[in-house]
């Protein structure tokens, strides 16, 4: 099951973003070891609580988490503008109403859960589309492209650099019918 909602409504799915913290907390906390803040076991930023981001989660049929992501207009903060701007030379200033920002794709799949990643990467697309966003824009390290890769979802670099010994790229998305349609091709989901 895909959850869409915004962190103004997250009362409503209290348990869905509970448990989403709790797992960016571990991926990105113990496992990834990035710097980020983790309190009582959750991982929640400033993007999280100040700028009402879109978040899609993927729950198994138990309603445990098996992935996610959260989505912020480019015309506001962003991840970019704010944090990894200096890293990249002549980085561009994303901004539009029709671009956003992807971050915190986090997933605790097991195997043969590859489902959810489609589950998940076809409704942010419908979403999208739904909505007039025509691309997505997010920074990520190397091994995340195999993902959008499997996903029907691959990225189009803009510039890469090194953080902290290790390559980040800057992408774009793009959002379309055709993109849909290969999404659903990927993975056999029913539209």
Known sequence: MIKVFSHNQRHIHCQTYTQMLQARAIVFGDRLKWDVNVVDGKEEDEYDREH???????????????????????????????????????????????????????????????????????????????NGITHLTGIFFRPMLRIYERAGWPPEPIMSANLEGKMITLATFDVSQARLEEINKKFALAA
């Open 52 to 130: 009402n981001p879109l978040y899609f989660v993927a729950e198994r049929p138990d309603g445990s988490h098996a992935t996610s992501m959260r989505i912020i207009p480019t015309t506001g903060p962003t991840m970019l503008r704010d944090k990894f701007h200096s890293f990249f030379p002549d980085c561009p200033d994303i901004y539009s109403s029709t671009i956003w920002e992807s971050t915190r794709y986090c997933a605790t799949l097991q195997p043969g859960e590859l489902h959810y990643t489609g589950e998940l990467a076809r409704s942010l697309c419908q979403t999208c589309l739904e």
